[in-house]
């Protein structure tokens, strides 16, 4: 059991949970950093003593972006252009189970960036670049204003964002897992806000919390959550108060909105998600690389589903399997020789997992 400061202010929170006397009660989260906290500092096992299970969502960007479109990225890095993404991008395995990163030792241009406009001096540096722009509401707003800035010709975009609460309402909607209330995310709500969610605890009627990243903050969501199954509510409240207000940051979002419009787009694990994905306007269809470099990817070339030979990632992020039920898990799937994105990026289930548990075993 992992120790954190403030334990008797947590045992406060617990006690305050099991004398509501609710039963056995399922909740989700949306993000890999509350996934992170929940198993490093043993919440989880202390919020199963008062029976209430948490588990993950589609909350991870790396891992719920396709396998089509870590192969396009593969395929213009083949083709000569400099590919520019985040890290964990770069490890994800594709086309024939190689990962960009097994591309760079080819001899492809694969940079790894801290962000877009890391990528965005490369280009300014003369080469032909184009940036994988994976990530949520979070990281949307920086690829926006770098747009916005009139970059030079040679800068692109292959845009992998997506939008959080479309894919809770499908989540919702699909019924595999039964949910009695949802965590949301922090980070994501700095930028979007409280009233994104409101749609949703109104359709479903089921409660909802913001929370922070803090030990305490999650406890605290979950209390929030028990005290609305307690009194009949479903609402959406805001724990992350010192963080996100309800409005969300306009300048972020007024930004996204001027370079962005919604599309459909399908998510690792899930079928096509209305509204989920975020499609560059006709005015910024000029950075568009898939646009730009139409005739490459016109014939993909065949790529493997990492939901392959027994691989569950696509379960997982739907919270119907965890990585203890995958064959593959901690075998033929470990962080060295990942299988499947859940393993590789550090807010995949499987990662986490890994890091905190098997390891240990």
């Not at 490890?91 to 990962?99: A, F, H, I, L």
């Amino acid at each position: 059991m992992f120790q954190f400061r403030d334990r008797h202010l947590a045992e406060k929170i617990l006690e305050a949970i099991r004398r509501l006397n609710l039963g056995k009660v399922r909740f989700m989260h949306v993000c890999g950093t509350h996934q992170d906290t929940l198993v490093r500092f043993g919440l989880d096992e202390l919020l199963r003593r008062v029976n209430v299970e948490v588990r993950q969502g589609p909350g991870c960007p790396v891992c719920v972006t396709t396998d089509r479109e870590y192969v396009e990225a593969a395929v213009l890095a083949r083709k000569g252009v400099t590919l520019a993404t985040f890290g964990d991008a770069s490890r994800v395995p594709c086309g024939g189970g190689k990962s960009l990163l097994d591309l760079r030792a080819e001899g492809c241009d694969v940079r790894v960036v801290y962000s877009v406009e890391d990528a965005l001096k490369l280009a300014e540096r003369g080469l032909e670049t184009v940036f994988l722009a994976v990530g949520f509401e979070t990281t949307a707003p920086s690829t926006a204003a770098v747009l916005l800035s009139n970059p030079p010709e040679n800068f692109t975009i292959l845009n992998c964002h997506r939008y959080i609460p479309p894919a809770i309402e499908a989540l919702l909607q699909m019924g595999e897992v039964k949910l009695n209330g949802l965590i949301e995310p922090g980070h994501v709500s700095t930028i979007i806000g409280v009233k994104p969610y409101l749609p949703i605890s109104r359709r479903f009627r089921i409660p909802q919390v913001i929370a922070g990243f803090e030990p305490l903050d999650l406890l605290m969501a979950v209390y929030m959550l028990c005290r609305q199954l307690a009194e009949g509510k479903a609402e959406v409240e805001n724990e992350y108060t010192r963080s996100v207000r309800f409005e969300g940051n306009p300048k972020a979002l007024e930004a996204m909105d001027r370079v962005f419009e919604a599309c459909n787009v399908e998510w690792r694990g899930f079928p096509l998600i209305p509204s989920s994905g975020m499609k560059l306007r006709r005015e910024y269809e000029k950075y568009d690389a898939r646009l730009k470099y139409e005739d490459w990817l016109e014939e993909l070339p065949p790529y493997v589903s990492p939901e392959k030979e027994g691989c569950r990632c696509g379960e997982i992020l739907r919270g119907v399997a965890d990585p203890w039920d995958c064959p593959l898990f901690g075998k033929a799937c470990t962080p060295r020789r990942p299988i499947g994105p859940c393993m590789v990026s550090i807010e995949g289930l499987c990662n986490i997992e890994y890091k905190y548990r098997f390891r240990q075993l």
